[in-house]
Structure formats: C-alpha cells, structure tokens
C-alpha cells in the first residue's frame, strides 16, 4: 500500500515536498519506487524513480536540476522535494513501485499506486 502526501497550492518559484509512505512491500530493497503526474487533459507521465537499494535515481528532463527523490530506508518512505516550481508543474501526483532491479519509466510498467495528491502552482 502506498500513501502519499504533501501536495498543495503554491506560488511559482515555490517549493513542496511529497511524501509516499510505503507498507506491506515484501522485500521492498528489490523495488523500485517513482512518481508519476497527470496534468488535466493530458497522459500520465513519469517524474522520477529511485532503486530502493541502490538509491540510483532518474528525473524526466523538465525536473532535473528542480526535483530531488529520495528514500529513508528506516522510515519505508519516499520523498520528492520539489524546488523552482513553475505553472507547467500542475498536476495530480501520484507515487508508484514495482518489484524491479531496473529503470523503469512507463506507466504500465508499475503494479503498485497510490492515491494522487494534487499540486496547483500559481503564477
């Protein structure tokens, strides 16, 4: 089961921080944990994704250098701290895993979602 949390209404250039609380993932240091968006009208599309082993990260290249995933093995978390926001950023959240040792980057390719959290950016 995948909690996830944190979205809002912010200002652009703001910042959000999204949290996915993951439970009941057996061997959870084989998955491989990512966010997703889906702006209104358009597909859903990957953000970014972290090995839970290995913590290797990959961002869709309209966050690099803006978004940061991350993971507290301890807590059995996910976050994306969300920095620079812009207007083009709006979009439902939703966070995502798949018993995977590899990249993965489309939607179909995740058994595991949780709920959507809605980030609005104001401009």
């Known amino acids: 089961q995948l909690q996830a949390s944190g979205g809002g209404l912010v200002q652009a250039g703001g910042s959000l921080r999204l949290s996915c609380a993951a439970s009941g993932l057996t061997n959870s240091r084989y998955y491989i944990m990512g966010w997703f968006r889906q702006a209104p009208g358009k597909e859903r599309e990957f953000v970014a994704g972290?090995?839970?082993?290995?913590?290797?990260?990959r961002y869709e290249d309209s966050v690099k250098g803006r978004f940061t995933i991350s993971r507290d093995n301890a807590k059995n978390t996910v976050s994306l701290q969300m920095n620079s926001l812009k207007p083009e950023d709006t979009a439902v959240y939703y966070c995502?895993?798949?018993?995977?040792?590899?990249?993965?980057?489309?939607?179909?390719?995740?058994?595991?979602w949780g709920q959507g959290t809605l980030v609005t950016v104001s401009s």
């Open positions: 972290i090995m839970w082993r290995s913590g290797a990260t």
């Open positions: 995502t895993a798949d018993r995977s040792v590899d990249f993965r980057t489309a939607e179909y390719q995740y058994d595991y």
